[in-house]
């Protein structure tokens, strides 16, 4: 027998290859085929960083709502999350986008995703959900100088009201059935160059939670998004036909043929109508 990663020679049941230091039984690589995945994620021959559950990922509610998240083209994992689900007669979503320049960043959105929804789910006021997720972030980090940070957006919609919190430059739109273009539902926590300004995270300070309740007055479509898409919105004619999942689709094979310069995360939620 021969180490995956540096060839020597190694004897049945030794668990580290004694030249290399390479843990032996290691998972196999998608690309090379070798037994040399790191508990990272990364294959230690050929460097790859193996697909996971986050490079794709589709849900559809009943009644049609849908999103769907993708680590797009230039990045080598998926620093966005998403939720969706409903709660009672309300639907919930959450998108949080990791930073980049932080350290973990998609452990970051995971845990403020997982930790908002859960309390919008429970009906806890949107400022309530944001702080949870906040903490939940802050406990990541081993310093301020090591400390994962995310951006935040959540919707809650329930009896044709929408409930609209977020921080950072995670997006919201309306899409009306109409001929009529979208509306811009957010603003953005970024200086004119790009940085953003308020994220979640143990570095983040005095970040206040931007709240907007609307009742649209005709039937559309909720998109709530990650710069991954919006960066490429400007011009783009919104597909108007197909359910939200195709058309949520739709907008992502956008992104990518635009460049896919960034991870993708969209949600679309009908008011009005009902998609199936």
């Known amino acids: ?26 998972p196999a690589c998608a690309s090379c085929g070798a037994h040399a995945v790191d508990a990272e994620g990364y294959c230690e021959r050929c460097g790859l960083r193996q697909p996971t559950g986050r490079d794709h990922a589709e849900i559809v509610l009943d009644g049609g709502a849908a999103a769907l998240t993708d680590k797009g083209l230039r990045r080598s994992r998926n620093e966005d999350a998403m939720a969706l689900l409903a709660s009672g007669a309300a639907i919930v979503t959450v998108i949080c986008d990791g930073v980049g320049s932080s350290p973990r960043a998609d452990e970051a959105s995971a845990v403020a995703v ?6 919008l789910a429970r009906r806890l006021p949107p400022e309530e959900a944001f702080d949870l997720a906040g903490r939940a972030v802050a406990k990541l980090a081993t310093s301020v100088d090591d400390a994962p940070a995310s951006t935040y957006i959540a919707a809650v919609v329930e ?10 430059d995670t997006r919201a739109y309306w899409l009306p059935h109409s001929a009529q273009g979208p509306t811009l539902l957010t603003e953005d926590d970024a200086v004119e160059t790009g940085e953003i300004t308020a994220w979640l995270g143990a570095d983040a300070v005095d970040v206040a939670l931007h709240v907007r309740t609307l009742t649209p007055e005709e039937p559309g479509l909720l998109l709530v998004c990650s710069d991954g898409l919006w960066r490429y919105l400007d011009g783009y004619a919104f597909p108007s036909t197909g359910t939200p999942i195709e058309m949520a689709r739709e907008m992502l094979r956008h992104a990518l043929d635009s460049g896919g310069q960034d991870n ?12 199936g």
């Open 159 to 168: 009896g044709g009201r929408i409930t609209l919190g977020w921080a950072g």
């Open 264 to 275: 993708v995360t969209i949600a679309l939620i009908p008011l009005g109508v009902t998609h």
């Open 114 to 119: 997982e930790t908002a929804s859960a309390a």
């Open 1 to 26: 027998m021969n180490c995956p990663v540096c060839e020597a020679p190694v004897l049945e049941g030794d668990t580290y290859c004694e030249a290399c230091g390479h843990a032996l039984g290691a």
